[in-house]
């Protein structure tokens, strides 16, 4: 590792462990999403990495989503928390067991309003039922369909099941984004390099009705940002 990269993590260890405590002091979603734009925009400030928004005119103010996104890199969360930060939503993300127990991350997502997904349960029921009672509460939820970063030289990797049944089950307008920049690739240039004016750019897309059953999330996302 060069000298800039330790100092990075250290740097993203101490700020994600302090924004974790923080975020175990508070109780409202609102304050929850408030602090976790605020750690967002100061880690990504300490990277130089901006975030560019396209189509941000498509973004309606209030109201409850499932927000989808395509997932290539850790820092992925913050992009879209800047992104939508003036859309005056509030949400939830589903996370999975292992971020729970992260020496690194572990902390935060235990405390920053997050639902726990565990692929290894036997019975998925509870999850669902931590879903229906955060939208209850008013949230949107926030889940990258892929279920895991995508690693490859594909664009998009293959969509779960689970994002469309929870759209269904809830009633929620899909909310699709698209991180056109590779992210990770961004992410690297900042912490091997201490490249300055770095940027991501994320499309907004057309809102995807719930109720659709002529195609599945994943066709309705490559048509909306013309994946192939």
Avoid: C
Avoid at 12 to 24: D, E, I, Q, S, V
Wanted: aromatic fraction near 10%; glycine fraction near 6%.
């Amino acid at each position: 590792m060069t000298l800039n990269q330790i100092k990075q993590a250290i740097y993203a260890l101490y700020l994600t462990n302090k924004y974790g405590f923080k975020l175990r002091k508070v109780h409202t979603s609102e304050e929850k999403s408030r602090l976790r734009l605020e750690y967002a925009e100061t880690l990504m400030g300490s990277l130089n990495i901006a975030v560019e928004v396209e189509n941000a005119e498509k973004l309606e103010k209030g109201g409850q989503y499932l927000v989808v996104s395509n997932h290539r890199s850790i820092i992925d969360p913050l992009i879209i928390e800047i992104a939508l930060q003036h859309m005056g939503v509030h949400g939830s993300w589903i996370s999975k067991k292992e971020l729970y127990n992260s020496f690194f991350f572990g902390v935060f997502t235990r405390n920053a309003g997050t639902i726990l997904l565990d692929r290894e349960a036997k019975q998925m029921s509870s999850f669902f039922k931590d879903i229906k009672a955060s939208v209850t509460e008013g949230n949107s939820i926030y889940v990258f369909p892929e279920g895991t970063r995508n690693k490859t030289d594909q664009p998009l990797s293959e969509f779960k099941d689970g994002s469309q049944i929870i759209a269904v089950k809830n009633r929620l307008p899909i909310l699709p984004v698209y991180i056109k920049t590779n992210a990770n690739e961004v992410l690297m240039k900042s912490l091997k390099r201490n490249a300055k004016d770095l940027k991501v750019t994320i499309e907004i897309g057309d809102m995807i009705d719930y109720k659709d059953r002529s195609r599945t999330l994943e066709e309705a996302y490559r048509q909306t940002f013309k994946i192939a």
